[in-house]
Structure formats: C-alpha cells, structure tokens
C-alpha cells in the first residue's frame, strides 16, 4: 500500500528522477532555475531528503518539510512550510508574507539570488524542523 505523499513517483521512479524529468521539461529558465534551487539546497543541507508529492510537487524534507519547489508560468516558488518561523535578515521572503505559517520565495526570470542567503534561509529551517522534533520527543506520551 502506497501513503499519500510517498516517496515513490508515477511507475515507480524516485523523487529525484520525477525531479530531473520536471526540470528537463522545462525547458527555459524556469529548469535552470530549479535546478539551481535543487543545488543549493542540497550545498545547503547535505542529508535533505527529496521527495515528490500533491501529484507534481518538487519537496525537500529533513525532519518535515523544508520547502516546495513550485514552477508556474512567470515564476519559481520556494515555498518554506514554516517560513514564518523563520529569521530572514536578507529579505528573501517576497510572497505569502500574510500567514501565519509559511513564507515563499518567488523568483522571476533574470532574478539573481543571493546563494548564501538562500542556504542560510535552508539551514534555518532544517535547525527549527529539528528544534520542533526534539521538544516533542522530550514531552511524556500522555501528556
């Protein structure tokens, strides 16, 4: 039986190739664009766990959800599931900014990034995912 949201694509391909086909199917800036989110998610945070979910949606977890990798028409958007936890001293956060749970990140075609920002931004979310698993592992089983 297959969850919701697994780890395995369409055929049995791995998240990482669903990955690859989106940003070859892409074929403007769009992929090269996600593909440079990809790497510097992965400089960012080694052990992150790709995974493809909501029928097309490219996901980066470690220990839940970093961020989704979204492409539409005019823009990439990294959307970070707890974004609105986090500190953005870069002022990367330019979209979803009036909820209370998550922040994205859109990105248009000729934007430049700011690498080291950006693996900051994931470094952070990987610490509060890890920070958030840690509090509920110490807390006792019926509390």
Not at 118 to 141: C, D, E, G, H, Y
Request: charged share 30%; net charge positive; aromatic share 4%.
């Amino acid at each position: 039986m297959k969850r919701s949201g697994s780890k395995e694509g369409e055929g049995g391909d791995t998240p990482s190739q669903l990955i690859d086909a989106r940003i070859n199917e892409l074929s403007d800036w769009r992929g090269e664009m996600l593909a440079r989110v990809r790497t510097l998610i992965k400089q960012a945070d080694p052990e992150v766990v790709e995974a493809w979910k909501w029928r097309g949606v490219p996901v980066w977890e470690h220990a839940g959800i970093l961020c989704t990798g979204e492409t539409y028409k005019n823009v990439v958007k990294m959307t970070f599931a707890k974004g609105a936890s986090l500190e953005d001293p870069s002022g990367l956060f330019n979209s979803s900014l009036e909820g209370n749970t998550r922040r994205a990140i859109d990105i248009h075609e000729g934007d430049k990034i700011d690498d080291e920002a950006l693996k900051a931004l994931i470094r952070a979310a990987v610490a509060l995912n890890l920070s958030v698993r840690a509090t509920r592992s110490r807390k006792p089983k019926n509390a």
